[in-house]
């Protein structure tokens, strides 16, 4: 079956940190991959995705590159900000089989200034 | 603001009671999902529409509910004698099919708690 596994939150940073994210996944078929970021009383926002193999999603600082060997779609950013803080998950859609994303636990994020 | 709309935000209950949540989708989506996500974890799919079909449900969804899309257009989702393990936040979502590059828009979710 199609799975996500996350890194264990929550994850505390300083500003200006260097982020990253672990995401592994489980997928029959050729998935897409997804972060979405829920910030504090917010619906889920996509943050990034990429639909091929070696392809690199980014958006506002934060990137992810789809590593097909490796099963993984670990999220980065260079410096965070506090405004950063947030809960961020990740998932995947196989478009080819069951048409709905599947998504990981989720990692709560806390930028300290 | 065409996006994904959700109503009410925010629902409390007496266990027993009935609730109806309805999310309207951005207007040219075709498909619509619902997710259900409990405190400290991911979204959990519950069931989704191609138009006015509802094409799979989930294990997840019991007998207590029923999810509808009469017209293609809105959807409600329908829980019957809630019980406090319904409490969670109902997340809805839209897309259009694609084979490729496709991606889901969400609403702002219905927390719903159940006393």
């Known amino acids: 079956g199609n799975s996500v596994t996350q890194m264990e939150g929550p994850v505390t940073l300083s500003e200006e940190a260097f982020l990253t994210i672990n995401c592994t996944y489980t997928a029959t078929g050729y998935p897409s991959l997804f972060w979405y970021v829920q910030y504090p009383g917010e619906g889920l926002q996509l943050l990034l995705k990429a639909t091929k193999a070696d392809d690199k999603g980014s958006n506002k600082g934060f990137e992810a590159t789809y590593r097909k060997e490796t099963t993984s779609f670990h999220l980065e950013k260079g410096s965070v900000q506090v405004s950063d803080s947030a809960v961020y998950f990740c998932?995947?859609?196989?478009?080819?089989?069951?048409?709905?994303?599947?998504f990981g636990q989720g990692t709560r994020l806390t930028i300290n200034p | 603001d065409t996006g994904v709309s959700q109503d009410p935000r925010h629902k409390i209950t007496k266990r027993g009671q009935n609730v109806t949540f309805r999310c309207d989708p951005i207007?040219?989506?075709?498909?619509l999902y619902w997710y259900r996500q409990t405190l400290g974890q991911g979204p959990e799919f519950l069931t989704y529409f191609q138009n006015e079909a509802q094409l799979e449900k989930s294990r997840l969804l019991s007998d207590r509910f029923s999810a509808e899309r009469p017209k293609g257009s809105f959807s409600t989702l329908e829980i019957q004698r809630t019980e406090q393990g319904d409490s969670a936040m109902y997340l809805c979502a839209s897309s259009v099919v694609r084979t490729v590059n496709t991606e889901a828009f969400f609403g702002q979710g219905t927390r719903l708690t159940v006393v």
């Open positions: 207007s040219e989506h075709n498909r």
């Open positions: 998932a995947l859609w196989v478009i080819q089989g069951a048409q709905k994303l599947v």
